[in-house]
């Protein structure tokens, strides 16, 4: 099992930028894909980005393809998600999850953190 910890959310004003962070430690972690969702008050739990254990694949959710950027430094056990151009409708709690393969289901992860409140406003 590997423990997961988000850091880097905070207060934005729209067409700001953030940077969040997830670090792993237990389990050997630059094998499994991980993934960012994220999930508002009252709405289900959406899809984000998700990268694969090389850092090669990465795959993003429609309402933020072309804003938000995911990486990793294998060598750190972290991830990283880039907040670009924010709107206050990614007002919501970000969560990163771990698992063994590329996946937009939040079912794939079975480690999760958990999670850091970001909060964008008009």
């Known amino acids: 099992q590997v423990q997961l910890v988000e850091s880097g959310g905070g207060l934005v004003q729209a067409g700001d930028s953030l940077s969040l962070s997830c670090a792993a430690s237990?389990?050997?972690?630059?094998?499994?894909?991980v993934a960012w969702f994220r999930q508002a008050p009252g709405k289900e739990r959406e899809f984000v980005a998700v990268?694969?254990?090389?850092?090669?694949?990465?795959r993003y959710g429609d309402s933020v393809t072309g804003r938000f950027i995911i990486s990793r430094d294998r060598a750190k056990n972290m991830v990283y998600l880039l907040l670009n151009s924010l709107k206050p409708e990614d007002t919501a709690t970000y969560y990163c999850?771990?698992?063994?393969?590329?996946?937009?289901?939040?079912?794939?992860?079975?480690?999760w953190g958990q999670g850091t409140q970001v909060t964008v406003s008009s």
């Open positions: 990268i694969s254990g090389s850092g090669g694949g990465t």
């Open positions: 237990g389990r050997v972690f630059s094998n499994l894909a």
């Open positions: 999850a771990a698992g063994a393969y590329m996946s937009v289901a939040s079912a794939s992860f079975t480690s």
